[in-house]
């Protein structure tokens, strides 16, 4: 009897660790593709230097060729750290890009406190022959239209400039957040998202 438990204990550790193993060769997929793409990238780069390098003559063409060889190097190694960041931080992740747009501005609260006065004014004087219930019928709808028009009057040809921050986590999830004020992101700085915020590594 104890060696059928034992042996259903082994098939159930069993079991639990490829399951779990299988979760975290899932999770790191988004991690290995990330990583594979900068490895591309950076052989480009470097393709690109060495091109111009053979331009160049004597020392002056060895030098370059150094140069070039020494920064694949260091990006290489950037990269791998930055994947063994993303095998255990999913929440971390790069900015993508920073771009500066603008959207109509919000309407002021003045705007809408007029014009919900002045619509339930003219609400109750529309209604002004009818029975009391239909009278603040009519005025409480003339001052959530008026409200409403008043927000939108106010704001109607303002623009504010906001900031659109990209970035993408290790976890494969690609994103967005909107600052009304500048932020101090910029393409391929390091991320890490708590909650609502983006905060830098």
């Not at 470097?46 to 190097?73: F, L, P």
């Not at 500066?100 to 501005?105: G, K, L, N, Y």
């Not at 239209?145 to 939108?152: C, D, R, S, V, W």
Request: net charge positive.
């Amino acid at each position: 009897m104890l060696q059928l438990i034992d042996y259903y204990a082994s098939l159930i550790r069993a079991c639990l660790l490829v399951l779990l193993m299988a979760t975290l060769a899932h999770a790191s997929e988004p991690v290995v593709e990330i990583y594979n793409a900068e490895k591309t990238r950076i052989a480009d780069i470097y393709k690109d230097g060495m091109k111009q390098c053979e331009a160049k003559a004597g020392e002056v063409k060895v030098r370059c060729q150094k140069s070039a060889a020494q920064q694949r190097r260091e990006a290489l190694k950037a990269a791998s750290r930055e994947r063994d960041v993303g095998l255990t931080c999913l929440a971390c992740g790069k900015v993508s890009k920073v771009e500066v747009t603008s959207r109509d501005a919000t309407g002021s609260t003045t705007g809408a406190v007029i014009g919900g006065v002045v619509g339930a004014v003219v609400g109750r004087q529309v209604a002004h022959d009818s029975s009391s219930a239909n009278k603040n019928v009519a005025t409480a709808v003339g001052a959530v239209g008026g409200a409403l028009i008043g927000n939108k009057v106010g704001a109607s040809g303002k623009q504010q400039k906001v900031w659109l921050v990209s970035y993408q986590l290790y976890n494969g999830e690609a994103s967005q957040k909107t600052y009304s004020d500048e932020p101090a992101f910029k393409a391929g700085d390091k991320i890490k998202v708590d909650g609502e915020r983006l905060l830098a590594r």
